[in-house]
């Protein structure tokens, strides 16, 4: 079965700081990845996904993450940031059965911005 | 564009009761997905409906139940509540189950007391 694992439940970081939330991986076959974050109460937004070519992965809100295979991780990045970035995020893997696609989600990470 | 609509936001009901949650997917998607999030963990996928049946199903035992209209929305029941199904219910629309292309709605608050 596909799985994600997401082994930080919480990272802090400053105000302007680069940021990394850690995310690996166990598929078979070809992986799909995604990022979703969570504000309170609200539902997931998409910023990202992985499927095939450049290793670098731009989306929403100047999020990037990094897809590496060696190390089967898809690590989510941002080079400043924002106090308004603390939120929870979620990494997510494709899993495709014999009846169609599920996302199977990681735990979740906190992100805590400290101005 | 309206996106995902899911109803009501927020609901209480008693244990042994039977709730029903409601999702109207983004225009043009076909497929809707359920899944639920308990507090401090990440969604688990609960079934998925296309063409008004269900094609597959996560790990959840009967009580759960669902449905798709010929509009492309889709219901959630859950019968003989439990404390533990106290959660978030988010409701994810696609288009032919893509799923590099879920568009998730806000949820819905479900406490069980």
């Known amino acids: 079965a596909q799985s994600v694992a997401q082994p930080e439940d919480q990272v802090n970081v400053a105000e302007g700081n680069p940021l990394t939330v850690k995310c690996t991986y166990s598929?078979?076959?070809?992986?799909?990845l995604f990022w979703y974050v969570q504000y309170p109460n609200r539902g997931l937004q998409f910023l990202l996904k992985?499927?095939?070519?450049?290793?670098l992965v731009k989306g929403s809100y100047g999020f990037e993450a990094e897809f590496n295979k060696s190390q089967t991780s898809f690590h989510l990045k941002k080079p400043s940031a924002l106090v308004s970035d603390s939120a929870l995020y979620f990494c997510?893997?494709?899993?495709?059965?014999?009846?169609?696609?599920?996302?199977?989600f990681g735990a979740g990470t906190i992100l805590r911005v400290k101005s | 564009d309206a996106g995902v609509t899911q109803s009501p936001t927020h609901l209480i009901k008693t244990r042994g009761q039977q709730v029903t949650l409601r999702c109207s997917p983004k225009?043009?998607?076909?497929?809707v997905s359920w899944y639920q999030q308990a507090l401090g963990q990440g969604p688990q996928f609960i079934f998925q409906?296309?063409?008004?049946?269900?094609?597959q199903r996560g790990n959840f035992p009967d009580r759960f139940s669902g449905h798709q209209f010929p509009n492309y929305s889709s219901e959630l029941n859950v019968n003989a509540l439990l404390l533990g199904d106290s959660a978030l219910y988010l409701c994810?629309?696609?288009?032919?189950?893509?799923?590099?292309?879920?568009?998730f709605g806000s949820g819905t608050r479900l406490t069980v007391v």
């Open positions: 225009s043009g998607h076909d497929t």
């Open positions: 992985y499927i095939t070519g450049d290793n």
């Open positions: 994810a629309s696609s288009f032919r189950d893509r799923a590099d292309g879920y568009t």
């Open positions: 598929v078979s076959g070809n992986p799909y």
């Open positions: 997510a893997v494709r899993d495709m059965g014999e009846y169609g696609n599920k996302l199977v």
């Open positions: 409906y296309y063409e008004e049946e269900e094609r």
